[in-house]
């Protein structure tokens, strides 16, 4: 049995987060500017050069660093242990130190992000409307 440790699965911990996240591959592959299947790809990849590494962590909306010192464990010990000093009344203490951001307030902004887009979403299509009207009336 060799001594070596096995690198960290890089792929792993971006499906993981981006389950968390409660992120389908779809919205990730359109987020990034591609497709599913290369995201499913991307998912089974054990390593991923550093500027596409960049592009992902900017999507999940976690730095870099979060991305590659992400681990289950740590996650779930933050949580705990935020449940543990709430309800006793302390103030959080993060022992978690490989989690390197805070998932309440990158939910919250990405609830924002999602909100902006929503609302550019629906005022293309309104724009859109607006001009098939003009194009109809033209005629």
């Known amino acids: 049995m060799s001594t070596l440790s096995k ?8 499906s993981r987060i981006r389950e968390l996240r409660d992120m389908k ?3 990730l592959a359109q987020a990034l500017g591609t497709n599913q299947q290369a995201i499913s790809a991307l998912e089974n ?8 590494l960049k592009q992902i962590a900017k ?9 590659k010192n992400f681990s289950e464990e740590a996650a779930i ?3 705990n242990n935020f ?14 130190n490989n989690l390197t951001f805070n998932p309440l307030e ?3 902004e990405a609830y924002e992000e999602n909100k ?12 859109k409307v607006e001009y098939l009207e003009k194009i109809l009336k033209d005629k």
């Open 7 to 14: 690198p960290s699965h890089i792929g792993r911990k971006i």
């Open 25 to 27: 591959q779809e919205a």
């Open 45 to 52: 990849s054990e390593t991923i050069d550093d500027e596409k």
């Open 59 to 67: 999507a999940l909306g976690v730095n870099v660093e979060a991305l």
């Open 77 to 79: 010990n933050y949580f």
């Open 83 to 96: 449940y543990d000093n709430s309800a006793q009344g302390q103030i959080l203490n993060n022992s978690c």
């Open 106 to 108: 990158k939910l919250i």
């Open 116 to 127: 902006k887009l929503y609302e550019r979403l629906v005022q293309a299509e309104k724009d």
